[in-house]
């Protein structure tokens, strides 16, 4: 069961499946570009105005499932607005930035997004446009990212399967409140 925070704004209750941490791995391939296997960090925080921050961090994994070098860092803001419409927009550690339109699906924790516009830095490389679908499945967040350049006609290129982080002090917090004959089952 999810639980809506206290302070959450009214206009996010519909995405409220997405707050907290995540980290997985995923599949990059993209023509041009190196394919490889990644590890994700995802977050989606609140401070009880009309959006949510997103901040992720994806790296590259060696075979071993170990850790190589950064992939990829974007961070943005998510807003849900009449009709469960989905307005975000959103910046790439490699000097782009986008403005993406969707919707959340009705009945279901799933958001199918496109961008709208694009800008980037002329050192950013080729870039027109992407389409991304997100899902809340079992407790897992699952996503698949498209992308097009001018010379390549939208395809996907990543998808990841992350699950949700505890956070260690919830459970100390959780701990604190046991009678003392509970605390003693722990040490």
């Known amino acids: 069961m999810i639980e809506i925070p206290s302070d959450l704004h009214p206009d996010l209750v519909p995405l409220v499946f997405l707050l907290g941490d995540w980290t997985g791995a995923g599949v990059a391939d993209f023509p041009g570009e190196e394919k490889c296997n990644f590890g994700q960090e995802v977050t989606f925080s609140h ?30 803001f998510w807003h849900v607005r009449e009709n469960r419409q989905i307005e975000i927009v ?12 969707g919707q959340l699906a009705e009945g279901k924790p799933q958001i199918d997004l496109a961008t709208d516009a694009v800008a980037r830095l002329a050192s950013a490389g080729e870039y027109s446009g992407g389409k991304r679908l997100y899902g809340y499945v079992k407790s897992d967040l699952m ?23 505890v956070d260690p002090s919830t459970w100390a917090k959780d701990i604190a409140d046991l009678p003392d004959d509970g605390i003693a089952f722990f040490k």
Not at 49 to 71: I, N, Q
């Open 90 to 101: 959103m910046v790439r550690d490699r000097g782009v930035v986008e403005v993406w339109y």
């Open 143 to 165: 996503w698949v990212g498209e992308k097009a350049t001018p010379e390549v006609p939208m395809r996907p290129y990543m998808s990841a399967h992350l699950k949700k982080t």
């Open 47 to 76: 401070d009880g105005r009309p959006f949510l921050e997103y901040v992720s961090h994806s790296w590259v994994l060696d075979e071993k499932g170990e850790k190589v070098r950064p992939l990829e860092s974007e961070s943005g």
